[in-house]
């Protein structure tokens, strides 16, 4: 069964700081890696896709990809209470198959 | 990136009875894919639609009680056939864009009393 394993939370973090948001999967074969940002009562959004080792970077979003360990994190800089939502991580497994993680609900305190 | 729209974007229904979602996708793409997704949970993969071939249905879900059409390049129906409150979940149609990346239509809010 190949799985994509996110902690649930809920991750508080202050107006400002460093969100470090993490999700690990199990299908070492891999190639694609995704973030969706789900606000409550919405559909998700993607923000970020990552393919290869190494850091990705997009205005305050940076996505980091480790294959070897199987690891994938999001991190949000001056984290914004408009931020707060549940983060999903997606790992395309083959073809057209795409498996989402459970997300982790993050706010931002003001 | 895809605007994908959904009908209707609400239901309320009654058991026994059965919904027909609508995705409409303003580009023309290959893969629709339809999901569910319960209170408080992820994203769950109903089936596959390919236009042109029948739909690819994932282990758990079978084509008498979801069937899906796609007649074109634009367009998916998933209905909710016989449907049970445990049916009550929101319907998301996606489709592929690109390098494996997937869009969301705005969703589709069924409850089943």
């Known amino acids: 069964q190949k799985e994509v394993e996110q902690n649930s939370g809920p991750l508080s973090v202050p107006e400002g700081a460093i969100a470090s948001l993490n999700c690990t999967y199990s299908?070492?074969?891999?190639?694609?890696f995704f973030w969706y940002r789900q606000y409550s009562g919405k559909s998700p959004e993607l923000i970020m896709s990552i393919y290869s080792n190494g850091d990705k970077e997009d205005g305050r979003f940076t996505a980091q990809l480790n294959k070897a360990s199987q690891y994938v994190s999001l991190l949000i800089r001056d984290s914004q209470p408009s931020d707060s939502a549940t983060y999903l991580c997606a790992v395309n497994t083959g073809g057209f198959k795409t498996i989402f993680g459970a997300g982790t609900r993050l706010f931002v305190k003001a | 990136s895809a605007v994908i729209s959904q009908k209707p974007s609400r239901d309320i229904c009654q058991r026994g009875t059965s919904l027909t979602i609508q995705c409409q996708v303003d580009?023309?793409?290959?893969?629709m894919f339809w999901y569910r997704q319960q209170p408080g949970q992820s994203l769950t993969l109903i089936a596959t639609a390919n236009q042109g071939s029948e739909a690819t249905y994932e282990s758990g879900f079978v084509i008498d009680k979801f069937p899906i059409s796609r007649p074109n390049l634009t367009f998916s129906t998933l209905t909710v056939s016989n449907m049970s409150p445990e049916d009550s979940s929101i319907y998301l149609c996606s489709v592929e864009a690109g390098e494996e990346t997937q869009y969301f239509g705005p969703g589709t809010r069924l409850l089943v009393l």
């Open positions: 299908d070492r074969g891999s190639q694609s």
């Open positions: 580009s023309q793409v290959t893969m």
